[in-house]
């Protein structure tokens, strides 16, 4: 049964009698008329009418009005930015559509003269979720169900029901590529959104007070409770360029206007006017609550869309050997035992790689059969570059040989083995569906820990040794005195790798410009483990990392790694981890352990007296379509316990967007600020914004504060990202750029 009829058969019939009416605000004027097609079969995930061009969203960066909120879904997987501001107040929001029917926002709010916990501005940082309950049908309006603000100081805590139905309308002003639309919105909201006009009260909500600053857990026994009220607006856009929108706000802002001065509230309506600016960049202007201008900026990007055509050489040709090496019979396989023909094969082949951006680690070949290793610097997909491998082996092997073997290496160690015929590569070029047949007829496999006897190794590859300089950028953020800060500067970067699997590095880092050894200092009741990075960031020139590292496989689907040295600015010490990972497997399981020492202030070479064992036991879960589920239980650098769970999705085109928290046997109060660790991460590749290939990427991880428990470590070259890519899950992610 719905959650809804579930939720309704348990409350009386008053609330009963307004959540229909919600309901019935957004569908009663639905006619077949006006539907355009049949609803969809039980599972699609295709609408049954023509929807909105993207959802429009609101000042709290959810699909909405103004202020308030639609049951409208943002397409699976978009990732928004929001910035708005009206009456003394700014928020900027960063919304993710995680699934087709869920999406998740953390926003961070800022308000003038409201003098909450002694601040006479006053930052607030919550976390939103909202759940579509049922799709829009023909007859039917889409239903969602909402929490905001569900774990933070509560502050602006809401939970609505709302329900939403589209129409179409002849277009105006403008083109329109399916003539304008109507969108017409209802619902029932408690919290902030039962505050004004109420309809009646279900069980009891203490009042927000502002009595406690520490927030971060959610507030489950207050969820659905205190008075409740009705809101609802309407939505018109014309053509493709032009939004109208009148709404009916239940929230009577109390806290800022009764119990601050921030704004007066004359009146519940809304109005506004948006213009679709750019394909992902929509801005507006709004009349509310009778007495204030407001604006907002709403930037919508899709991860999903693949990355256009870098500028790359293009792919050798594979010309079948029926072009210009005359009928099988025919190919001779005498060379296979001349060490002369067999070497030049393999500088041909390093050559043809080195122009695709590849590296030969080693190339064993026999009369029939060939295996390469080799080195991606270059390609996001690892399919790409296997791709780009075989077509190389293609051009250079002689025609005897049929059967190619390539091994991606990462640091001189094996992570898998795609094993794929000539045949196959000739016929299906040109194949309509070139990618997927490939794949069907490509055999995945563990890799043997060495090349074998034969073998012979890529010339000049060891040692090895690189050099590059880099801008670097460091955020700080959410003190409430200063709520962005940011060091830059440049890094100079270097590393060694004497022999295959070992790498020696390290990094030198000088500040040019800075502001984050101005932030305020810890008053953390644990270790300060990681809450002393203003004290880390007063020196201008800094050694962030020195270390030797060692990888390699110990046995089948096993894979180990052992570090010693500076890890980070804060850390250094001895780390040891062991992975096993089967090619083919969406678990993976994986070990750690590490002895740290927390580093000198000034990060030269010398320590403090804190030490600590740490590590962890973690669990690896691919959930498929991009999805992933990850928990590390064990010893955190407070010499707390406990386990750390996060969630992952990576797109093929290389961004990934998840969240994560830890919990541990550190109480809420002793944690401080948030309850407990938490928040939210993303990466996004360079490729897709230099148009060239790069496994470079820019990577972000936000926490509402930064606290001491629940923290790890940070060490270079942990295993499960470096293999997974080159496994099953990541190779079929990526696997339509293989033949480009």
């Known amino acids: 049964m719905p959650l809804p009829i579930l939720f309704l058969r348990r409350h009386g019939t008053a609330l009963t009698r307004a959540v229909a009416l919600a309901v019935l605000l957004a569908g009663a004027t639905a006619t077949p008329g006006l539907a355009q097609d049949l609803p969809p079969e039980a599972g699609s995930e295709e609408p049954s009418f023509t929807p909105l061009p993207a959802a429009s969203l609101n000042f709290y960066g959810s699909p909405g009005g103004i202020d308030m909120p639609s049951a409208e879904m943002m397409p699976d997987g978009t990732f928004a930015t929001t910035l708005s501001g009206f009456g003394g107040q700014n928020r900027m929001t960063l919304t993710f559509q995680a699934t087709p029917w869920m999406s998740a926002s953390f926003r961070y709010h800022q308000l003038q003269d409201l003098n909450l916990f002694g601040f006479k501005t006053y930052y607030d940082r919550s976390f939103d979720a909202r759940f579509r309950l049922w799709r829009e049908g023909r007859y039917r309006p889409q239903v969602t169900l909402g929490l905001q603000d569900f774990s933070g100081t509560g502050l602006f805590g809401a939970e609505y029901i709302v329900a939403s139905k589209s129409f179409r309308t002849p277009a105006w002003g403008g083109a329109a590529r399916d003539g304008g639309r109507l969108m017409v919105t209802g619902g029932i909201g408690w919290g902030r959104l039962g505050s004004y006009n109420s309809l009646g009260t279900l069980g009891s909500r203490p009042a927000y007070s502002g009595t406690t600053s520490r927030g971060g857990e959610p507030s489950y026994d207050q969820w659905f409770r205190g008075p409740y009220a009705l809101f609802g607006g309407i939505e018109w856009r014309p053509n493709d360029k032009l939004g109208l929108k009148l709404e009916y706000s239940s929230d009577n802002y109390v806290t800022e206007t009764q119990t601050s001065s921030l704004f007066e509230r004359r009146s519940p309506f809304n109005f506004g006017v948006e213009y679709q600016w750019t394909r992902s960049t929509r801005l507006g202007a709004y009349y509310l609550y009778g007495s204030e201008i407001g604006v907002s ?122 094993i794929l015929r000539r045949s196959d590569l000739e016929a299906l070029e040109f194949d309509s569906r070139s990618a997927e047949a490939l794949r069907a007829v490509t055999g995945l496999a563990d890799a043997a820990a060495k090349p074998g006897p034969g073998a012979m190794p890529g010339p000049d590859l060891y040692p090895d040794f690189s050099w590059s300089v880099a801008q670097y950028t460091s955020p700080s953020y959410f003190d409430p005195s200063l709520p962005f800060r940011l060091d830059v500067g440049v890094d100079l970067r270097a590393t060694w790798r004497p022999a295959p699997g070992w790498r020696i590095s390290g990094k ?233």
């Open 508 to 740: 030198l880092r000088r500040r040019i410009w800075g502001n984050i050894k101005d932030g305020r200092l810890s008053n953390s009741v644990l270790p300060h483990v990681r809450t002393d990075a203003t004290l880390y960031a007063q020196e201008n020139t800094t050694l962030e990392n020195l270390y030797v590292a060692r990888q390699w496989r110990p046995g089948r689907n096993l894979y180990a790694r052992i570090t010693a040295g500076y890890f980070e600015s804060m850390y250094g010490g001895l780390s040891g981890e062991i992975l096993w990972k089967p090619v083919g497997s969406r678990l993976g399981l994986g070990l750690e352990g590490n002895y740290v020492i927390k580093r000198d202030y000034d990060q030269r070479l010398g320590f403090q007296d804190y030490d600590v064992f740490t590590g962890h036991a973690s669990a690896y879960y691919d959930l498929g379509r991009g999805y992933e589920v990850q928990v590390d239980a064990g010893r955190y650098l407070a010499g707390d316990y406990g386990a750390t769970f996060s969630l992952d999705r990576t797109f093929a085109n290389g961004w990934s967007v998840g969240g994560f928290f830890s919990v541990t046997n550190v109480s809420a109060a002793d944690f401080g600020e948030g309850s407990f660790d938490k928040g939210i991460r993303f990466r996004i590749p360079l490729a897709t914004l230099l148009g060239k290939p790069s496994r470079s990427g820019l990577g972000l991880s936000i926490r509402p504060v930064q606290r001491d428990g629940g923290q790890r470590v940070t060490v270079p070259g942990r295993l499960y990202g470096q293999v997974r890519e080159a496994h099953r899950s990541g190779l079929e992610a990526g696997w339509a750029r293989v033949w480009e």
């Open 297 to 418: 900026a709403q930037v919508q990007l899709d991860p999903r869309q693949p990355v256009s055509r870098l500028s790359v050489p293009a792919p050798y040709p594979v010309q079948p050997r029926s072009q210009w090496a005359g009928p099988p019979e025919s190919w001779d396989t005498a060379w296979a035992g001349n060490r002369e023909t067999v070497l030049g094969l393999r500088d041909r082949l390093a050559e043809a790689l080195k122009r695709d951006g590849l590296v030969l680690e080693s190339l064993e070949v026999g009369p029939t059969e060939a295996e390469l290793r080799y080195r991606n610097p270059r390609y996001t997909a690892q399919a790409a570059a296997l791709g780009r491998a075989a077509r190389a082996m293609a051009a250079t092997m002689p025609a005897s040989v049929e059967t190619f073997r390539l091994v991606p290496v990462v640091d001189g160690m094996a992570i898998s083995a795609a």
